[in-house]
């Protein structure tokens, strides 16, 4: 059974960092590209950042761009979302998932699967 299980999230100041993790088990994990997406209250679901299966590639949205970094260790079947210089607009739900192609994922449509999602809140 695939599972992807997030932790790290949190409620941090503007300013603030954090760092998340999402442990992945029941996939050969460095197979697939790996994804870092966020879901605020009424809003949809945007693609945060992106990592290649093979850690060579990332992507980001420019919203991040500069204070977010995607980072994965395959050994460990694990991705990394570390946060800095957070904002309250960053707040919502952060939740990853793997992709079926090789390269970063550029939209949330066709992940493989995805995990339940880590809160995070900034206040101002």
């Known amino acids: 059974q695939v599972q992807l299980t997030e932790s790290g999230g949190g409620s941090v100041q503007a300013g603030d960092s954090l760092r998340l993790s999402c442990a992945a088990s029941?996939?050969?994990?460095?197979?697939?590209?790996m994804g870092w997406f966020r879901q605020a209250p009424g809003k949809e679901r945007e693609l945060v950042a992106g990592?290649?299966?093979?850690?060579?590639?990332?992507s980001y949205s420019n919203s991040v761009k500069g204070r977010f970094t995607i980072s994965r260790d395959n050994a460990k079947s694990t991705v990394y979302l570390q946060m800095n210089s957070l904002k309250p607009e960053d707040a919502a739900a952060y939740l990853c998932?793997?992709?079926?192609?090789?390269?970063?994922?550029?939209?949330?449509?066709?992940?493989?699967?995805w995990g339940k999602g880590a809160p995070v809140t900034v206040s101002s």
């Open positions: 029941g996939l050969t994990f460095n197979r697939y590209s």
């Open positions: 990592i290649s299966w093979n850690n060579d590639e990332t």
């Open positions: 998932a793997a992709g079926i192609v090789k390269r970063p994922p550029t939209s949330p449509n066709g992940m493989l699967c």
